[in-house]
C-alpha cells in the first residue's frame, strides 16, 4: 500500500526523521514529497532522505496547486512574525513591529474547507489569542482534522547559550547542522526543527498506529 505524504516548509526534515519507522509499524510504503525554498536546506534535506521527493519551490503555492494528491498533509508555516519572542523584542536593538504573516491562516482555512486527506499546520503560540482555535500541545499549537494525544513525547532540551547550545541541538536532533551553508542562521534553523518525537506520534495518529508502553511491538487498527 502507498500512502502519499506531502511535507511542506520542510527544512531539513525534524517533523519527518522518524516517519519511516512509523510506515514500517503500519505496514506500508510511504512517498514523501518535501517542498523547500531555501535551496541549501532542501540539498541537506535530500540528502539526509534520499528516497524523497524534493522540490524547491513557494510552499504555499504548492499547498493551493496539490493539495488533493496526498494521503496526508503536513504544514509548517514560517513562525517568527507570530511568536511572543518576537514580539518581546520589539523596542530592542531597533527592531520594529511587523504585520503577523497571514499565510498561516490561509492555510488552515482552505485545508479545512477543501481537503479530503488527512492534515495538520504547526506553529508556535502567539503573542496574542489565536485567531482560529487550535490543539495546544507543549509549547507548539496544531490545527489538524483529526484528534491529537494530550502527550505527543516531544522531548524538552535544557536552555544554553553560546557554543554549548548549538551542540546541544545538534544532538537533540540527531543532525549536525553544520553542514548548512546558506544564508539562514543554522543555530536559528535547529530552535526552529520540530522535536522529532513529535512528528513521529502525529504521524502514527494520523496512520492509527498504537505504540504498546510495556512490549516492543506496533498494531494499526
Known amino acids: 500500500m502507498r500512502y502519499r505524504v506531502l511535507n511542506l516548509y520542510a527544512c531539513l526534515g525534524g517533523n519527518r526523521y522518524k516517519w519511516d519507522d512509523v510506515a514500517k509499524d503500519a505496514g506500508i510504503q510511504i512517498e514523501v514529497t518535501a ?3 531555501d535551496r541549501e536546506a532542501a540539498r541537506l534535506y535530500q540528502e539526509r532522505f534520499p528516497n524523497d521527493i524534493v522540490i524547491v519551490a513557494d510552499a504555499h503555492q504548492y499547498l493551493l496547486d496539490h493539495y488533493k494528491e496526498f494521503d496526508f498533509i503536513w504544514s509548517s508555516p514560517p513562525c517568527p512574525t507570530h511568536s511572543r519572542a518576537r514580539f518581546w523584542s520589539f523596542g530592542a536593538n ?3 513591529p511587523t ?4 499565510t498561516l491562516y ?13 492534515y495538520v499546520v504547526e506553529n508556535v503560540i502567539p503573542y496574542y489569542e489565536p485567531l482560529i482555535p487550535a490543539q495546544k500541545r507543549g509549547r507548539h499549537l496544531y ?28 544532538d537533540f536532533h540527531d543532525y549536525d547542522f553544520s553542514k548548512y551553508c546558506g544564508s539562514q542562521n543554522k ?34 487498527f
Open 35 to 37: 517542498v523547500e525554498l
Open 106 to 118: 490561509q492555510e488552515i482555512i482552505f485545508l479545512e474547507h477543501h481537503c479530503k486527506c488527512k
Open 143 to 170: 490545527w489538524a482534522n483529526f484528534k491529537l494525544p494530550s502527550d505527543l513525547g516531544d522531548r524538552r532540551l535544557a536552555i544554553i547559550s553560546g557554543k554549548k547550545e548549538f551542540k546541544g541541538l545538534c
Open 187 to 220: 543555530t536559528k534553523i535547529a530552535r526552529n526543527l520540530v522535536d522529532y518525537e513529535a512528528g513521529r506520534t502525529i504521524f502514527e495518529t494520523a496512520l492509527g498506529v498504537i505504540r504498546k508502553k510495556d512490549v516492543r511491538q506496533t498494531e494499526l
Open 99 to 102: 504585520y503577523p504573516d497571514m
Open 94 to 96: 531597533g527592531k520594529i
